[in-house]
């Protein structure tokens, strides 16, 4: 794990939508981790790490 992947995770668990952004464009994977976030922030959260990990 680089330090691009370890700031990327950071901004994934404090900023949910903008980790799944910065990888993934404005694609379905950003779309699926604003609707989790919104129904609730912890799994937008998870989303967001598995996004951006995998």
Known sequence: MGAATL????????ITTVGAFL???CGV???IDLLL???GY???II????VVVI
């Open 7 to 14: 700031l990327e995770v950071i901004l994934a668990i404090f």
């Open 23 to 25: 990888l993934c464009g």
């Open 29 to 31: 994977e950003f779309w």
């Open 37 to 39: 976030t919104i129904l």
């Open 42 to 44: 912890l799994p937008g």
């Open 47 to 50: 989303y967001a790490i598995y």
